[in-house]
């Protein structure tokens, strides 16, 4: 895990031997479990060293981490695939509280058997939709921190994670590449959704070779009940300026 080992350490990052041996683990039961089913096209090892669990420490960026430490802080990654960013996190901070929301149910297989085998506690996989789960009092409103990478444009993922926010906490987005377009399609939606842009912070490490930014919004009033709207809705008509908001 040395590349990893070196990033993390940019980011103010030391691991302890166990967490290491965690990631060690956690890359030899994705690649074999990878050979069964669909879970990354990113296989080798140092790619997954960085392009996975080095990009999902990133977050750490926007996260202080007397935030972390507070007992009622909680996570929700949303359209989690095989963990990405929620538990490389999760190794890196076992306290809090972790809901994995993912709608393929193969890959919610592999998300149980990681978190065993990896001995996290205190995590939660749901085989759901997002638009279906955010209407449910267990989780609407109920997160410190929600995150999302390589999920849908920015404008569709609001309508997806901003209802999980409690207020005061906040949503990050991981993008690549020129995102100013898309943030500013985005602006109705985060609006609407009871957000507010907070800032973009790009990520400035040599380990990657494109551009990334952490987008940060914060919850600051409730998002109104209609709000997600029925599955696949938000992915087809997103709140944007061009179109119209509700069916």
């Known amino acids: 895990m040395k590349k990893l080992i070196e990033g993390a350490g940019k980011l103010g990052i030391e691991f302890s031997a166990r967490q290491v041996k965690q990631f060690e683990l956690y890359y030899q039961e994705l690649i074999e479990w990878n050979k069964k089913i669909n879970l990354t096209a990113i296989t080798d090892y140092s790619s997954v060293q960085v392009k996975h669990f080095l990009d999902s420490l990133t977050i750490t960026l926007a996260l202080p981490e007397e935030e972390v430490e507070r007992p009622d802080f909680n996570i929700m990654d949303i359209g989690t695939g095989a963990g990405f960013p929620g538990v490389p996190l999760k190794i890196l901070f076992p306290q809090p509280r972790l809901v994995l929301i993912e709608?393929?149910?193969?890959?919610?297989?592999?998300?149980?058997?990681?978190?065993?085998?990896?001995?996290?506690?205190?995590?939660?996989?749901?085989?759901?939709?997002?638009?279906?789960?955010?209407?449910?009092?267990?989780?609407?409103?109920?997160?410190?921190?929600?995150?999302s990478r390589a999920v849908a444009l920015l404008p569709t993922l609001v309508e997806l994670t901003l209802p999980f926010c409690q207020i005061g906490g906040r949503f990050i987005a991981q993008k690549k590449g020129e995102s100013d377009q898309e943030i500013n399609r985005a602006k109705k939606?985060?609006?609407?959704?009871?957000?507010?842009?907070?800032?973009?912070?790009?990520?400035?490490?040599?380990?990657?070779?494109?551009?990334?930014?952490?987008?940060?919004?914060?919850?600051?009033?409730?998002?109104?009940?209609?709000?997600?709207?029925?599955?696949?809705?938000?992915?087809?008509?997103?709140?944007?300026?061009?179109?119209?908001?509700?069916?």
């Open 103 to 147: 709608p393929t149910t193969k890959k919610t297989a592999f998300l149980h058997h990681i978190i065993h085998k990896l001995e996290l506690e205190n995590v939660e996989v749901l085989n759901s939709r997002a638009e279906e789960a955010a209407h449910l009092p267990l989780y609407r409103e109920q997160f410190a921190l929600v995150l």
């Open 189 to 247: 939606a985060i609006a609407t959704l009871g957000g507010k842009l907070d800032h973009i912070k790009k990520i400035e490490l040599r380990e990657f070779n494109d551009e990334r930014y952490l987008v940060i919004i914060d919850k600051i009033y409730p998002t109104p009940n209609k709000y997600p709207r029925r599955p696949g809705l938000p992915r087809r008509r997103p709140i944007q300026e061009v179109n119209r908001d509700v069916e």
